[in-house]
């Protein structure tokens, strides 16, 4: 465990070196850190202790069915972790995002930095927001549920965004 966590610390060193030489933007800051362990709880702990509001998490893909979208990792920390998650797959080169998709089961809240986020993510590169519920049977969607999609078409206005339904 000792050798395993020094490695990746000088790893990390170097990464942070190289991310000093590019241009600065005043609103990112860079820390590393270094643990042993299980992964989403770690992730998990650092996003509660340190206020993250977006994880960008690089994927490789997976063996199986998860290979059709990302890596077990990045699909256990969407799934797991309460924090904005931007995948990026690992040959993608930059360009604007044309399309930014939000999937929603309209049962949880939203909370208003994630929201904040993504607005500003959907204005500044005047992108189209997608919002997909995706639903297991041809139900009718709960008050509750009906009360988050309506708080969301209401606090989106302004944006360009679409909201689609696929069982």
Same mark, same amino acid.
């Given at each position: 465990?000792?050798?395993?966590l ?29 643990l ?27 063996s ?26 690992? =040959?993608? %080169?930059? $360009?604007r995002? *044309?399309?930014?998709? /939000?999937?929603?089961? !309209?049962?949880? +809240?939203? &909370? ?27 139900? =009718?969607? %709960?008050? $509750?549920?009906? *009360?988050?999609?309506? /708080?969301?078409?209401? !606090?989106?206005? +302004?944006? &360009? ?7």
């Amino acid at each position: 465990e000792e050798s395993i966590l020094s490695e990746n610390k000088e790893k990390m060193k170097g990464l942070l070196q190289r991310i000093e030489r590019l241009p600065v933007n005043t609103r990112h800051t860079f820390q590393t850190e270094v643990l042993y362990g299980f992964f989403t709880d770690h992730i998990k702990e650092e996003v509660r202790k340190k206020n993250i509001d977006l994880i960008v998490m690089g994927t490789k893909g997976a063996s199986g069915l998860k290979a059709v979208s990302m890596g077990s990792n990045t699909g256990n920390v969407i799934t797991k972790v309460p924090c904005a998650v931007l995948a990026v797959p690992e =040959n993608a %080169t930059y $360009s604007r995002p *044309k399309e930014v998709g /939000f999937p929603t089961d !309209y049962i949880l +809240g939203y &909370e208003p930095k994630v929201m904040e986020n993504i607005k500003e993510l959907v204005l500044l590169h005047h992108s189209v927001l997608r919002v997909l519920y995706v639903s297991s049977k041809d139900d =009718n969607l %709960t008050h $509750s549920q009906v *009360k988050n999609q309506e /708080f969301l078409k209401e !606090y989106l206005s +302004g944006t &360009e965004c679409s909201f689609h339904t696929l069982t």
